[in-house]
């Protein structure tokens, strides 16, 4: 509709400055009357444009190629990553678990107790799963966006999988209660292979659940464009050619009152 608006505004200024430039020659001839003393108080012609109605032709012409626009659907990301993290939690927990109690490290039972009740008490395994879980999601609440392709719509898997080990490291493996099963060269062994065997556990579970994933938003719009033209609407079928009806009124204007630099702005339209 832009070439449209072009048109109608250029209609209208050429009104309003034929009517303006009519003025300006009227206070001439005023500024003419005045020298002569006996023509001073001469009635001046002036111009008025009453309401007017124009009828303008135009038609609307359909384009072969379409716009498209897309954003990333965040609120079923965040149905995604919250379903992830809950996943995560549990495959944490059970690789960790399972390379601890399979381990052969000479440590006293009290200092794998916990991992013993983890996987024995269905309660407490509730209780720390939650927990983790909280964490894990808690992880993506500030900076969601870098976890998803804004060009793709597709995960960023390794965003997501560092994320999910940094919880792990620190709420897990870092409890400073598993500091004594921890200590020394086997402990470190141990704890280094127990946080590899979590992050691969929890590589292959991110990358499986977001083999069919994308939470991007396509929007597509067809291209419209104008014509006005007499030549461009000679080309088209009736029923393609709409009329705009446009109704307007100057404003009139004391011409005593101008001034001959006055910009055509002044003259406004209701």
């Known amino acids: 509709m832009a070439q449209l608006s072009s048109v109608i505004g250029s209609i209208l200024r050429d009104i309003i400055s034929a009517q303006h430039e009519a003025n300006l020659y009227s206070l001439s001839l005023s500024e003419n009357y005045g020298k002569d003393g006996k023509v001073r108080d001469f009635q001046l012609p002036g111009v008025f444009i009453s309401d007017m109605e124009l009828d303008l032709k135009y038609g609307v012409i359909s384009s072969n190629e379409n716009q498209e626009q897309f954003n990333i659907k965040f609120n079923k990301f965040r149905k995604f990553v919250r379903t992830l993290c809950d996943e995560a939690a549990k495959t944490a927990i059970t690789s960790v678990v399972s390379t601890v109690l399979d381990s052969d490290i000479e440590r006293d039972e009290e200092d794998k107790v916990f991992f013993q009740r983890l996987k024995k008490e269905a309660d407490l395994s509730r209780e720390f799963h939650k927990f983790l879980f ?10 969601l966006h870098e976890a998803v392709d804004t060009k793709t719509g597709e995960v960023n898997v390794d965003v997501v999988v560092k994320r999910l080990m ?5 709420k897990f493996l870092g409890d400073s ?16 292979q127990a946080e590899s065997n979590a992050r691969t556990a929890i590589d292959g579970l991110v990358r499986k659940s977001s083999e069919d994933s994308n939470f991007k938003r396509i929007k597509v719009f067809p291209q419209l464009d104008v014509a006005v033209t007499a030549d461009e609407l000679s080309k088209m079928p009736e029923d393609a050619i709409h009329s705009f009806r446009l109704k307007f009124s100057p404003t009139t204007c004391n011409i005593t009152e101008l001034e001959e630099d006055e910009d055509l702005a002044d003259f406004n339209m209701k």
Request: charged share 40%; aromatic share 10%.
């Open 177 to 192: 209660d598993l500091y004594r099963l921890f200590e020394g060269k086997k402990g470190k062994e141990l704890r280094e």
């Open 134 to 143: 909280l964490n894990m999601r808690n992880s993506f609440v500030s900076n």
């Open 166 to 170: 940094e919880t792990v490291t620190k």
